[in-house]
């Protein structure tokens, strides 16, 4: 069975500020893949990044990138410099023997001026 | 880049009529479809894996007969909510994946269908 934890529910952070949202999986399966989305008011799944068990740097994406710790089983996402348009929902998500994601509970980021 | 569209966007139905929600790869094919459902201020739970050909998966908890899932096509997928009620209501959003077999395959999400059941 797949699990992921996001522990921190909301998160406020200054615009331009970096900002460190938390993600934490258990996996038996022993190649898998670690994903964040962005979710907005709207309801679209806005895919952000990407991290594989066997990838051996973290995986960056302009502003974000992923600060995987495979002993710890953590894959957190750090944005850099925050804007207004980065306020919305952020989900944490796995892939392993199974095609479907499993989703961590979301964190909701508001970004102030 | 790969698009997924569902419709409709929005329906608001009665207690006992039947909804369908399609979701269609516009620009790829999609053997496989995801159903997940997610309710306010909660996570998405996956409902359904739909398979083109044969019968969908459904996941411990999920009605069959209440929630019928044809994937008749290789762009499309259907999700039929039988004789729905107001605790049917969420956001019913699918995902197909573009590539096969890899755990780095990326899945892209439709933009969902918000359902209100009175």
């Known amino acids: 069975a797949q699990k992921i934890t996001q522990t921190q529910p909301g998160m406020f952070v200054q615009e331009k500020e970096a900002v460190t949202l938390d993600c934490t999986y258990d996996?038996?399966?022993?190649?898998?893949?670690l994903f964040w989305y962005k979710q907005p008011s709207s309801g679209e799944m806005i895919f952000l990044i990407y991290?594989?068990?066997?990838?051996?740097q973290n995986a960056t994406e302009g502003r974000y990138s992923l600060n995987f710790q495979k002993a710890r089983k953590s894959a957190n996402l750090v944005i850099s410099a925050s804007q207004l348009g980065d306020s919305a929902m952020y989900f944490c998500?796995?892939?392993?023997?199974?095609?479907?994601?499993?989703f961590g509970s979301g964190t909701r980021l508001q970004v102030q001026p | 880049g790969a698009v997924v569209s569902q419709h409709p966007s929005w329906v608001i139905c009665k207690s006992g009529t039947s909804v369908k929600i399609e979701c269609r790869s516009l620009?790829?094919?999609?053997?496989?479809m995801f159903w997940y459902r997610q309710f306010p201020k909660q996570s998405l739970m996956l409902m359904a894996t739909?398979?083109?050909?044969?019968?969908?998966?459904?996941e411990q908890g999920v009605e069959k007969d209440k929630f019928l899932i044809n994937h008749a096509s290789l762009t499309l997928s259907t999700l039929t909510v039988t004789s729905a009620h107001p605790e049917d209501s969420s956001f019913y959003i699918c995902?197909?994946?573009?590539?096969?077999?890899?755990?780095?395959?990326?899945?892209?999400f439709g933009p969902g269908t918000r359902l209100l059941v009175l």
């Open positions: 995902s197909a994946p573009l590539t096969s077999g890899s755990p780095r395959e990326t899945q892209y």
């Open positions: 998500a796995m892939r392993g023997g199974r095609r479907a994601l499993t």
């Open positions: 620009d790829f094919q999609a053997t496989t």
């Open positions: 996996t038996s399966d022993p190649s898998y893949g």
């Open positions: 991290q594989g068990s066997y990838d051996q």
């Open positions: 739909s398979n083109e050909g044969s019968k969908a998966t459904y």
